[in-house]
Each structure stands twice: as structure tokens, then as C-alpha cells.
């Protein structure tokens, strides 16, 4: 049963920078069956994709956040890591790591499914002068 | 990017109660369609995949239906466990993006 868990810090200033890393246990970040990703919420908010990294350190993030956004991936660790510049109290919100079960088709005119199968348990980030 | 688009945004009902939740895209996403269940404080955690696949350890109580813009979240005997927020999710094309909520409360 895999497990993941965040940390960092909770609490930030306007403008400086969130740094938050994702420690794997249970099972090995460089399966390549898996995607790992972050999703944030607003308080009472619904839920907001922020971008993944695969094991080979190939990465997507949403172009809403693209130009603050920079993921990393430390297999000797089962880490991966989020950071993302500049914040103001717009960030304020619970960030969650999360894997990507990447489901490949065996179709071979079908895309894989990719869903979000494990959890971390979040992390609550609030951004204040 | 792709809109989804819960319904209701809430609702009460009795254990016991069929519910259905109502998930609509705003583009064709084919079967590409997650519900997740979210508790208070919590985490999210994984319902379904592919619209209609049960993941593993989740009681069959719940079942999902759907393709292309519409779909569907029924949970076929409310039990006092279930009361807890639904998000859908699509993964047809990136950025992937969630409905807004569906906050299943108790009557």
C-alpha cells in the first residue's frame, strides 16, 4: 500500500516562494506505470491540477500557474517536489500530492485513462504579510 | 480548457435514499471520467475510473455511468459513511480539471 505525505512550510510571505516536497513510501517513484502530481484547494473550494512529473522527469503543469510552477523528482529519496514563486494570498490553499495510475489502452486507436489513485494527506499553506 | 459542471451542488438526503450526482463536460471526453469521494479535513480518494470502473475496495454500492458530455454518480443505498463531498474529473485532455463539488449532506 503505498503512502505519501507532504511537507514544508506552512506559513509564507507575499512574494517569496513555496517549496513543498512529496516523500513516497510503499512503492518506488521511478515505477513507470505512474505519473506524480499536485492539486490544491481553496478554502471550500473545489479541487485545482496543478501539473505532474514522471519518473523520467518529464513534466506538464497547468498554463493557468505554467510560468511560476517547477516540479522535481529525486528517486534516491522516493521524493518528488513543488515549487512555485511569487505567491500572494491567492496561493493560500491545502496542496495535496498525489499518484497517476496511468492506465495504457490496448487500443491501439484509444489514449490511456490517468486518474489520481493515492493521496497524500495535505498540507495546509496560508500566504500573509 | 474543459468546464465541468456538477449537479446539484448539494443535496440532503436519508440513509437508505438513492442519489445520483450529475457531472457534464463541457467538450466530448469520451469514457475519460473519475468521481472522487472527499471527507471533511480529508483527502480525496478514488471512486471510479473510466466512468464506470469501480476501484478496488470501493463497495458496489456506488456505480457510475456515462460517455461523451454526461454522466452519472449514483450510490444505490445512502449509508451514514457516504455523506461526504463528490468531485468528478476529466482526463481526456491537459490540463485535467474537476467539477466544482457535489456536498451530500444528511436529511
Known amino acids: 500500500q503505498v503512502h505519501l505525505q507532504e511537507s514544508g512550510p506552512g506559513l509564507l510571505k507575499p512574494s517569496q516562494t513555496l517549496s513543498l516536497t512529496c516523500t513516497v513510501s510503499?512503492?518506488?517513484?521511478?515505477?513507470?506505470?505512474?505519473?506524480w502530481t499536485w492539486i490544491r484547494q481553496h478554502p471550500g473550494k473545489g479541487l485545482d491540477w496543478i501539473g505532474y512529473?514522471?519518473?523520467?522527469?518529464?513534466?506538464y503543469y497547468n498554463p493557468s500557474l505554467k510560468s511560476r510552477v517547477t516540479t522535481s523528482i529525486d528517486a534516491s529519496k522516493n521524493q518528488f517536489s513543488l515549487k512555485l514563486s511569487s505567491v500572494t494570498a491567492a496561493d493560500t490553499a491545502v496542496y495535496y500530492c498525489?499518484?497517476?495510475?496511468?492506465?495504457?489502452?490496448?487500443?491501439?486507436?484509444?489514449?490511456?485513462?490517468?486518474?489520481?489513485?493515492?493521496w497524500g494527506q495535505g498540507a495546509q499553506v496560508t500566504v500573509s504579510s | 480548457d474543459i468546464q465541468m459542471t456538477q449537479s446539484p451542488s448539494s443535496l440532503s438526503a436519508s440513509v437508505g435514499d438513492r442519489v445520483t450526482i450529475t457531472c457534464r463536460a463541457s467538450?466530448?471526453?469520451?469514457?475519460?471520467l473519475n468521481w472522487y469521494q472527499q471527507k471533511p479535513g480529508k483527502a480525496p480518494k478514488l471512486l471510479i475510473y473510466?466512468?464506470?470502473t469501480l476501484q478496488s475496495g470501493v463497495p458496489s454500492r456506488f456505480s457510475g455511468s456515462g460517455s461523451g458530455t454526461d454522466f452519472t454518480l449514483t450510490i444505490s443505498s445512502l449509508q451514514r459513511e457516504d455523506f461526504a463531498t463528490y468531485h468528478c474529473?476529466?482526463?481526456?485532455?491537459?490540463?485535467?480539471?474537476f467539477g466544482q463539488g457535489t456536498k451530500v449532506e444528511i436529511k
Open positions: 498525489a499518484r497517476v495510475f496511468v492506465l495504457v489502452s490496448t487500443d491501439l486507436f484509444s489514449q490511456d485513462h490517468y486518474y489520481f489513485d493515492s
Open positions: 510503499g512503492g518506488s517513484i521511478s515505477s513507470g506505470n505512474y505519473y
Open positions: 512529473i514522471n519518473h523520467s522527469g518529464d513534466t
Open positions: 467538450q466530448t471526453i469520451s469514457t475519460f
Open positions: 473510466a466512468a464506470s
Open positions: 474529473q476529466q482526463s481526456y485532455i491537459t490540463p485535467w480539471t
